[in-house]
């Protein structure tokens, strides 16, 4: 059974840091790329960011370009989203997902989600 | 960027009925790259429909979605009480991959 966990979410100033953690099982981690989304409250659904299975191509929505980095330890069947320079509008559910079978794009399974609130 | 718009925002029915779910692109989706998610209230999105048409793993075949170029639909045929939820459309064959604003089926 698939299943993703994430941790690391809380409460952060604005310009602070968080880094988003999430823990997979029962697939092949190494062979999936693996993306965050994110749900601002009472809002829709926004990519943030894509790391394909051998960690050697991320990508990134605008809105994290410059101050979100992706990285992954296969061996450990984690990725990890290191958030720097947060604001208010990061304030949202991240979510953790795994890349779907024939494309990277779509989401086959998610977690939970962890919270991030950005305030002063 | 590929906007989609998802219609209607609120769409209330009766369990057993026939629900019409529309999203339409603002240019034509590459390789009918669309999936189909659904989302009840504090859980995660659930993938129901990916490549506009294929059911994912374990979705009932209640569940069946069409379209192509700017025009999609997701149709569920007889809803159960378990079906009322948000769904969202998500366009995944360009750059940056893009999702609709939500549809939300509610018990009428």
Redesign the interface.
Known sequence: EVQLVESGGGLVQPGGSLRLSCAASGFTFSSYAMSW?RQAPGK????VSLIVGSGAST?Y??SAKGRFTLSRDNSKNTVYLQMNSLRVDDTAVY?CAKG?W??Y?????????TQVTVSS | EIVLTQSPGTLSLSPGERATLSCRASQSVSNSYLAWYQQKPGQAPRLLIYGASSRATGIPDRFSGSGSGTDFTLTISRLEPEDFAVYYCQQYGTSPRTFGQGTKVEIK
């Open positions: 989304v829709g659904l926004e990519w990508y929505a605008d979510y779907g024939g494309s794009w779509y989401f086959d399974f998610w977690g939970r989600g």
